[in-house]
């Protein structure tokens, strides 16, 4: 028991601590959405841009705006029952092991993951980003041989007023982008899906002509996430 413990706290943060947040460094870290809203809000006013209230916000900095229960694992070891929220703005977990306890932070350990009540499956991978390996949270979609997940991110624009009467004020907003990263028999590094066929077919070296067929045949784009998830599941029979 006291092993089981010990474990947990290594992936666990004690709690979300608060800082400032920018548009091109790091996002920092918070308690809360309110309290996001209330960083970025003062890094605003600090650069002298337009009052606003970021309460007003467009978009999300969550996957999903509520808490989901789910259970988390680490190397098949189950660790129990959580509350969940996936801040993918900070690329991180909170975490609650009840409605009314403290918010905490799931720390990105390579192995860790979280199977959520809705299906949805968080895991942490290591990804090649800005030419190093770094550990992120990923959305997996298809496992097998070919294992297809999804990295999901927002960037946060500041508000910006009206240059003159023929226009609007820009509210300030959550941008949601996705990427996909597949690991292949040949390749056990993940690597990123460019949204073209002949970079696609690369990643099927021995029936590259059997997927060219397969996604005739079966009129499948690339750049739909339902037809990778086919793609791929067919790739992995």
Do not use: C
């Amino acid at each position: 028991m006291k092993k089981i413990i010990y474990i947990l706290m290594l992936i666990i943060s004690p709690k979300l601590a608060i800082g400032q947040a920018g548009t091109t460094s790091k996002p920092s870290e918070f308690e809360s959405t309110s309290q996001l809203y209330d960083v970025l809000k003062r890094k605003l006013m600090e650069n002298k841009v337009v009052k606003y209230d970021l309460k007003n916000v467009i978009g999300s900095p969550y996957y999903k705006d509520n808490f989901i229960s789910g259970k988390m694992f680490l190397k098949e070891k189950n660790f129990g029952s959580f509350l969940f929220k996936y801040n993918i703005y900070r690329d991180e977990v909170e975490l609650k092991v009840n409605a009314l306890s403290e918010l905490e932070s799931v720390k990105k350990v390579v192995g860790l993951q979280i199977q959520l009540d809705d299906s949805t499956l968080l895991k942490v991978i290591k990804l090649n980003k800005d030419n190093e390996l770094q550990n992120h949270f990923v959305i997996n979609l298809v496992n097998g041989n070919y294992n297809l997940v999804k990295r999901v991110y927002v960037n946060f624009k500041t508000p910006k007023e009206a240059e003159n009467s023929l226009t609007t004020n820009k509210k300030a907003k959550f941008s949601r982008y996705e990427e996909y990263f597949v690991k292949t028999p040949h390749n056990q590094n993940y690597t990123k899906i460019e949204k073209n066929k002949k970079n696609l077919y690369k990643l099927f070296p021995n029936n590259s002509i059997e997927i060219e067929n397969y996604i005739k045949e079966n009129k499948l784009s690339i750049k739909k996430e339902e037809d990778l998830i086919k793609l791929f599941n067919f790739a992995n029979q």
